[in-house]
């Protein structure tokens, strides 16, 4: 009897087993867990079309939980939510990377009792999925006029890389001073404009002058002159932005014949 029941073991463990149970998909609760954690498909398993609309499920279910709309005990900050939103919305790519790490956060939060790991890592998750990422690049043609009685000016994004062609037409006129001439956006070469009173102080700005201000994601600041027509590469993804060479507005007047005022436009186009 017992060698027929060893035969038998033994025919057992020679079975094949079968596949493992595919993981978990949805929203699943263990015992022991206060509230459900999201557990996203397999979107490799997918193909193109069907990938993206899984993303936009699983993007609105985690923003169900993480809004507290489920009523399971989580919430998180609001404006974190909205930034993540709107990053994921601009990079949907991403959506699948942040989905396995959200679970992952989630589990981690209801395994230890503790969500303050998980409320830390959604807050700075627009930070993260942002770097090195440009999702506004200049490939486009933007047209507005200049102002000559205020500062900074307009904020047109770059990529890194990208090729601003400035142009300022040249036969609307200006004057920075009562008494001063009428200029247009090459500026007074008569005004070497130096010292820390001019926002552009390096050689080549004219008082009056049309400047740019490139403000790049880690916080450098380059001010360079533009005058009525420049070629300028972003050197990392930011801002450009514009005003003219001065750091008084009061006395800035616009050239006017009878009824008719000059007014400066400014046009920024793509490489």
Not at 120 to 135: I, Q
Not at 217 to 224: C, L, R
């Amino acid at each position: 009897m017992y060698s027929l029941l060893l035969v038998i073991s033994l025919a057992e463990a020679k079975k094949p087993k079968g596949p493992p149970p595919p993981p978990p998909t949805g929203w699943v609760q263990q015992t022991g867990w206060t509230a459900h954690c999201y557990y996203p498909v397999d979107f490799s398993k997918l193909g193109e079309g069907d990938r993206r609309i899984q993303r936009q499920t699983t993007l609105e279910a985690m923003k169900s939980q993480w809004s507290g709309s489920r009523e399971d005990g989580i919430s998180f900050d609001a404006d974190a939510i909205e930034s993540v939103d709107t990053v994921l919305l601009g990079l949907p790519s991403k959506i699948e990377a942040v989905a396995a790490a959200n679970r992952d956060k989630c589990v981690e939060a209801m395994t230890s009792g503790n969500s303050a790991n998980w409320a830390a890592w959604v807050k700075t998750l627009d930070r993260s999925l942002m770097a090195g990422e440009c999702v506004k690049p200049l490939d486009y043609t933007m047209f507005d006029y200049l102002e000559i009685t205020s500062g900074w000016q307009r904020e047109v994004s770059m990529c890194k890389g990208n090729k601003a062609h400035i142009i300022a037409t040249t036969r609307d006129r200006y004057r920075i001073s009562a008494s001063g001439p009428w200029i247009n956006a090459d500026g007074d070469p008569a005004i070497l404009a130096t010292g820390p009173d001019w926002p552009c102080n390096m050689e080549g700005c004219f008082g009056g002058m049309l400047i740019g201000r490139f403000t790049s994601e880690s916080g450098v600041v380059t001010i360079f002159p533009i005058g009525v027509e420049k070629w300028y590469t972003a050197p990392e993804n930011g801002v450009l932005s514009w005003q003219i060479n001065d750091s008084t507005w009061y006395d800035n007047t616009w050239f006017k014949t009878a009824t008719i005022e000059d007014r400066t436009a400014v046009t920024v186009s793509s490489e």
